[in-house]
């Protein structure tokens, strides 16, 4: 119960003493963190959800986030293809992206159509 009031409030540095010493399961802090933050970001997807061994939880958070930007949501969408979440052998790249950008919804929200652009440039198969 501690250790989950120290999450809650946001007090991390406490928790994750709490966690070594005990080996409880610190996992819970980035899976906090993440459920906290409010951009949703790559640089928070690196943060939080890359050491996490739940790749369960991860997909559902990544398909449910609301990224704020483009940038992110495609941050977003290459994790998971890391993940290999993402492989229909039947579908280009690009046409993967567009149909998740979809689920984003944020197709109709691109300021910068060279920013798909160059990331289908640089990710051609």
Do not use: H
């Not at 120290?6 to 991390?12: D, K, N, T």
């Not at 409880?24 to 996490?52: P, R």
């Amino acid at each position: 119960k501690l250790y989950k009031n120290l999450i809650e409030s946001e007090e991390y540095k406490k928790a994750e003493n709490l966690a070594d010493k005990y080996q409880l399961d610190s996992e819970l802090i980035c899976k906090y963190k993440w459920l906290k933050s409010t951009s949703k970001s790559g640089e928070e997807i690196m943060l939080y959800l890359k050491n996490l061994s739940d790749k369960k939880w991860v997909i559902s958070q990544c398909l449910n986030a609301q990224p704020a930007t483009v940038s992110d949501c495609l941050a977003i969408l290459g994790y998971l293809e890391k993940l290999s979440f993402i492989d229909p052998p039947t579908l280009k790249i690009g046409q993967r992206y567009i149909s998740l950008l979809k689920v984003f919804q944020l197709e109709d929200s691109y300021s910068d159509d060279t920013l798909l652009l160059d990331y289908y440039a640089i990710r051609s198969e």
